[in-house]
């Protein structure tokens, strides 16, 4: 995979003109707080609807929505691991966070999908080694395959420094 796929974005991911975003969702697909709350507020009252619809999503798993009054088409839920120390299958969780992502995103044909730093907020895993282990499954997951253009999407500092070391 080319790296010119692979872009970083400091700022907010409900105003991104992609395919699709994903939501760091619980398991319930719940508007909640952090980027989920975000996107809920921002996509409106339908998002929800559309999530009660699909019963919930198991950690490392993948959803699809539509994106309603979102400039993105598309919401992927997926629902990463919250931090218990790193000896309770954390990372193996997160990686498949993106993977799945990534998969249903091409079965749909989508060409952009822009990602939060899942699991980084309330659920508590630690900045830098999440951007590592988005940037090594996506890496690792799109190849020369849809989609082509997947944007790192953050809001600190913290996590823009973690991810430009990564993509430089």
């Known amino acids: 995979m080319t790296r010119n796929k692979l872009e970083l974005h400091q700022g907010d991911i409900t105003k991104l003109k992609v395919d699709a975003i994903v939501n760091a969702a619980n398991n319930e697909l719940r508007p909640g707080g952090g980027v989920c709350g975000a996107i809920h507020k921002a996509a409106g009252p339908e998002l929800a609807e559309a999530c009660r619809a699909l019963g919930g999503c198991p950690t490392g798993e993948a959803r ?33 966070c993106y993977r799945n992502s990534l998969r249903l995103a091409a079965e749909k044909g989508l060409q952009s999908i822009a990602f939060p730093a899942i699991s980084t907020g309330v ?35 913290e996590s823009a420094e973690a991810y430009r070391k990564l993509l430089s």
């Open 64 to 96: 699809i929505t539509p994106g309603f009054a979102l400039p993105a088409w598309h919401v992927i839920h997926t629902v990463g691991p919250v931090w218990q120390g790193g000896d309770n299958g954390e990372e193996a969780a997160l990686e498949n």
């Open 123 to 157: 659920y508590g895993f630690p900045a830098d080694r999440a951007a590592e282990i988005a940037v090594s499954s996506v890496q690792e997951e799109v190849g020369q395959a849809r989609p082509n253009r997947i944007v790192f999407c953050v809001f600190d500092d």
